[in-house]
């Protein structure tokens, strides 16, 4: 089955921005806030949303880049020395409110991994949670705080979130595995 196109680089847009007004309405203001997205599409998404909030608050926010691979519960020490990226926060997140940003929540078993990260790093007054995707089949209690768009979806699909830093364009998508294997 092909690829079916679930948002577009427009909704995309619209999505992140609306994402941006509610950290700032949540968090009454954006002073005290801090973006730090999961490696790797969480990082290009949180700086999205802090450009969105320097645009309507005129304020900059502070973007850092997460790597979990060492706090994953999935990856064997094989795989764990290919994946490992820097961790990369440049400010202290002590008492301040850490939005933690990811392209796709699904089992949430990457955001307690990143929950822990973070918390080696210093005590944040908040952490909270933004995707651009939610699809369900949570495995832990975790749920997001900002949600671009929730997309139901089976256990046998895919969800493909490209962007344009990284991919060249910017769209979500989903593909049936079930029906692409022989």
């Known amino acids: 089955m092909p690829e ?26 954006a002073e005290s806030v801090v973006l730090v997205g999961m490696r790797s599409r969480g990082v290009p998404l949180a ?5 969105a909030i320097e645009g309507f608050e005129g304020i900059s926010i502070p973007v850092g880049a997460l790597d979990i691979a060492l ?7 094989l795989e764990l020395e290919s994946t490992v990226r820097s961790t990369d926060i440049p400010v202290d997140i002590t008492d301040k409110h850490v939005i933690l940003v990811d392209d796709v929540l ?8 990143a929950m822990d990260a973070l918390t080696d790093l210093g005590r944040p007054k908040s952490i909270q949670l933004a995707v651009l995707i939610d ?3 949570r495995e832990l209690p975790i749920r997001a705080d900002y949600v671009g768009k929730n997309i139901p979806s089976s256990k046998d699909e895919k969800i ?8 060249g364009v910017d769209a979500v998508t989903i593909v049936n595995l079930a029906k692409t294997r022989p």
Do not use: P, W
């Open 4 to 29: 079916k196109v679930l948002l577009t680089s427009k909704d995309i847009r619209c999505a992140l921005f609306r994402m941006a007004r509610e950290v700032v309405e949540r968090n009454r203001g």
């Open 47 to 51: 700086r999205r949303i802090a450009e």
């Open 71 to 77: 706090y994953r519960d999935d990856i064997s020490s």
């Open 106 to 113: 699904y089992t949430g078993r990457s955001t307690r991994a």
């Open 135 to 137: 699809r369900g089949h």
């Open 160 to 167: 493909q979130v490209q962007l344009k830093g990284t991919d």
